[in-house]
């Protein structure tokens, strides 16, 4: 019953004596020691992160405090063009030319070393100290040789049949764009001279093939011939226009009409007669007569290829307990490097928008003591 009161005698047995220790922590909401918004990331994450490029876009993401924006990053949600300044192993790559990192046209920043290569990565942004000349960094180190050999080969594939549909394509019925990216590598490093110098070297190769479904307006073959009646549906006898939703064409020179919207061929230019030849004849649609507002009647594919291929070489040497030094030489080509821009096959897309980035360093660093001194300054 709910409300019966019962009585339950229990006997307690003393138990063991336990003893434990509990140790906690969590992250600092707010960061005190530094008002710089940003991070790093180690090799073990960029190693084990699956990214479908293989370039710092990538990571830059992944940063609090960077957004994207091609190759010049945003800070603040705010579109500083040239706020940050990109260096590899304390050297500065840049393009000043467009106040941005080393970009490629249309896959960002896949001119610069490879995510495989790189030891640390570290963007600071948004009230960093006055040893950096620009509102945000991106600091970029790369791998170097150590005792004993070290390396790894890697292979990235996007394809067609791997590439799930998008989601306007499924909402239309269309079937998957063709598409094919290949990201391949090898780094490789060792002692060149054991406890004394090093080497590491990495080379990384892309072969992306992207496939454009162009969607357009053409005229038809008639009007190529300079018979433009197409633009009225039917004409008085003498050839003027009598449809009031048609459109009636006039000699520029004379301003008379040109009688059933045909032009003369000898009024039709050379340059006109060779430029035509580069449009494709409409192969499709229901707007097959051309007019300018019928609809889409040609629908084509383009295709495009961006290479590249790129290599880094880092040779450590100790000279002494208090002398290290090391070079760096890096090397990156695309070439050819096609991109769509709206048009078919025949003209209008970028034929060849490749690039060359190449770059050396040589650094020399001594320790002068192993101690922290103190050096007294005046400010005046």
């Known amino acids: 019953m709910s409300t019966q009161t019962v009585r339950v005698n229990a006997q307690l047995t003393v138990g063991e004596v336990q003893q434990s220790v509990s140790v906690s922590g969590e992250a600092p909401l707010v960061k005190t020691e530094s008002p710089t918004i940003g991070g790093t990331i180690d090799v073990q994450k960029m190693t ?18 960077a957004q994207l924006s091609g190759s010049s990053p945003q800070t603040g949600g705010a ?10 192993n304390g050297v500065a790559a840049n393009d000043f030319g467009n106040g941005a990192g080393a970009y490629s046209y249309g896959l960002g920043m896949v001119s610069l070393p490879p995510v495989q290569s790189m030891a640390e990565f570290k963007v600071e942004s948004y009230n960093t100290n006055a040893e950096y000349r620009n509102l945000g960094t991106i600091t970029m180190v790369t791998k170097s040789g150590t005792n004993g050999f070290h390396g790894d ?21 269309r079937q998957r764009s063709p598409t094919v990216r290949n990201q391949f590598g090898v780094n490789v490093g060792g002692p060149i001279v054991k406890n004394k110098a090093f080497f590491f070297f990495d080379y990384a190769g892309m072969r992306n093939r992207m496939y454009s479904l162009p969607q357009l307006t053409y005229p ?39 009688s059933n919207n045909q032009i003369p061929s000898g009024m039709i230019t050379s340059q006109a007669k060779t430029l ?3 449009l494709p004849l409409p192969n499709g649609g229901s707007n097959l007569a051309g007019l300018p507002s019928g609809g889409v009647n ?23 307990e208090k002398d ?16 769509y821009l709206g048009y078919p096959s025949t003209y209008g897309n970028a034929s060849n928008y490749g690039y060359k980035t190449f770059g050396y360093s040589l650094v020399e660093t001594h320790t002068f003591s192993p101690r922290a001194e103190r050096l007294p300054f005046l400010l005046v």
């Open 48 to 65: 084990n992160l699956p990214l479908a490029q293989q370039s710092i876009d990538m990571l830059m993401a992944l940063v609090p405090g």
């Open 79 to 88: 579109t500083h063009w040239g706020s940050f300044n990109f260096t590899i």
């Open 153 to 173: 080969m890697y292979e990235y594939l996007q394809n067609t049949k791997l590439n799930a549909n998008s989601f306007t394509n499924n909402a239309f019925g």
């Open 220 to 258: 038809s073959a008639a009007m190529r011939n300079g018979d433009f009646s197409a633009l009225c549906s039917s004409f008085s006898a003498s050839g003027i226009c009598a449809d009031p939703k048609g459109t009636q064409l006039y000699n520029p020179f004379t301003g008379n009409p040109f």
């Open 276 to 278: 035509i030849n580069y």
């Open 298 to 320: 040609y629908y084509g594919m383009v295709s495009t290829a961006q290479d590249m291929n790129a290599m880094d070489l880092r040779i450590d040497y100790q000279i002494s």
């Open 324 to 339: 290290q030094l090391y070079g760096v030489y890096t090397r990156n080509v695309g070439d050819p490097w096609q991109w």
